[in-house]
């Protein structure tokens, strides 16, 4: 699905249109997918992208009024090493911006020795509050 919506976001940018995307919230999956689409059309780290792009606008604890147990922890163990492994394959050019093809997502990078490094592990991947929220 992953691969799907970024797919068509590149399709829309590609025809001059505009894409508004969101969720219930907007912080989470959105940040997600926005992070990713900006890892395959800017110059910039994956983990620049997660802190700028994701956390900084509310994803995970990036928001300090979101549920912990209920939300941050689920978002922290599921959602972001995905985005970790993700950002492997665009890192390590299996998916581009002229290459999305969802095949890609039949090999899992846990399996890569590369993906081993600390850079790659989701646990690096972690937000602080967002100066959004700060008083």
């Not at 792009?53 to 604890?61: H, K």
């Not at 972001?80 to 990078?109: H, Q």
Request: one cysteine or more; glycine letters at 6%.
């Amino acid at each position: 699905m992953t691969v799907r919506s970024l797919k068509q976001l590149k399709a829309w940018q590609s025809a001059g249109k505009t894409a508004f995307f969101h969720c219930t919230v907007g912080e989470d999956r959105t940040g997600y997918l926005a992070g990713l689409y900006r890892l395959l059309t800017e110059q910039s780290t994956p983990a620049d992208i997660f802190q700028q792009e994701m956390c900084e606008r509310g994803y995970s604890a990036g928001n300090p009024q979101k549920p912990q147990i209920a939300v941050v922890n689920e978002v922290d163990n599921d959602l972001t090493p995905l985005y970790a492994k993700m950002a492997f394959k665009i890192a390590n050019g299996e998916l581009s911006a002229t290459s999305l093809d969802e095949n890609v997502c039949t090999t899992d990078p846990a399996s890569d020795p590369a993906f081993a490094a600390a850079e790659w592990k989701p646990t690096g991947f972690r937000c602080l509050p967002s100066t959004r929220y700060r008083l």
